[in-house]
């Protein structure tokens, strides 16, 4: 039985309430609502300036919505800062790489398992031994997920050297260090190759099966959001257009019109 199977009859992991975000008058998100199961992929379209990168802001707590909630496991997190959503169960890659690219693979996933670590600079300088004890527990997270990207060939080489593929792989496992139960994935899909998104699919498909990760992925590739996605949400100038599976979304009159072309386009 797969994920999204035992997904169903759940409460859900995540729930958007009538969000909106306006900024200056500009209305960025009116009104959007929507669930995600557990163990679900939720894929989030829509053209550009539809809404998506703003709404996943909220669930990352950049930015605060106008109105609405949005609530985890049935409690808000809009009570969170950002530096609080790791220690919450979100975690996130961003449509442009953000690592540190002077540090090492290797350093940049530790970074985001540090996020689940408990030591401060005090404990650090002094080496106490529980601290001693986390950082040998974290360097083992490290190397396994290391293993699980395929990234032990280029652990210590500085990021900004390797490709942008590479790159990529390294941001979702900084993210995986975050042990999230839910994994934002902002556009994974941007500026990789055919045989490289076909990879992205299944990798993702694996994260979700193997890690009991729940995904919401906002993407432009099509191809890649109907083959593995439960569940489609569109947004168009900031209003959910259309919701259900991937097949009913993707024939959805207005879908078609709004962002994947109509037929005599």
Not at 39 to 63: D, E, Q, V
Request: proline residues 4%.
């Amino acid at each position: 039985m797969t994920q999204a199977q035992v997904a169903q009859g759940q409460d859900p992991l995540l729930a958007v309430r009538d969000v909106s975000v306006v900024f200056g008058g500009i209305v960025a998100l009116n009104g959007v609502s929507f669930e995600m199961k557990k163990g679900h992929i939720l894929g989030l379209i829509g053209p550009n300036g539809a809404g998506k990168t703003t709404l996943f802001n909220c669930l990352s707590r950049l930015y605060q919505p106008t109105t609405g909630d949005i609530l985890m496991e049935g409690k808000s997190i809009l009570n969170r800062q950002p530096s609080q959503i790791a220690a919450a169960g979100i975690g996130r890659t961003f449509q442009n790489v953000a690592l540190f690219p002077r540090l090492t693979v290797r350093d940049n996933i530790r970074i985001g398992g540090h996020s689940r670590t408990k030591s401060d600079i005090i404990s650090d300088a002094l080496k106490l031994p529980w601290v001693r004890s986390e950082e040998h527990d974290l360097n083992i997270k490290v190397d396994e997920i290391l293993t699980y990207l395929d990234l032990h060939d280029v652990a210590d080489r500085e990021v900004a050297g390797l490709p942008f593929g590479t790159q990529k792989r390294v941001e979702l496992g900084r993210a995986l260090a975050t042990e999230p139960k839910i994994l934002l994935l902002d556009e994974p899909a941007g500026g990789l190759n055919h045989e490289e998104v076909y990879s992205l699919g299944d990798l993702i498909r694996r994260v979700r099966d193997e890690r009991d990760i729940t995904v919401l992925l906002v993407e432009h590739h099509m191809g890649l959001v109907m083959s593995i996605a439960d569940h489609v949400v569109a947004l168009n100038f900031g209003k959910k257009l259309a919701e259900g599976t991937p097949a009913a979304v993707q024939s959805d009159p207005d879908v078609i019109k709004a962002y994947l072309g109509s037929k005599d386009a």
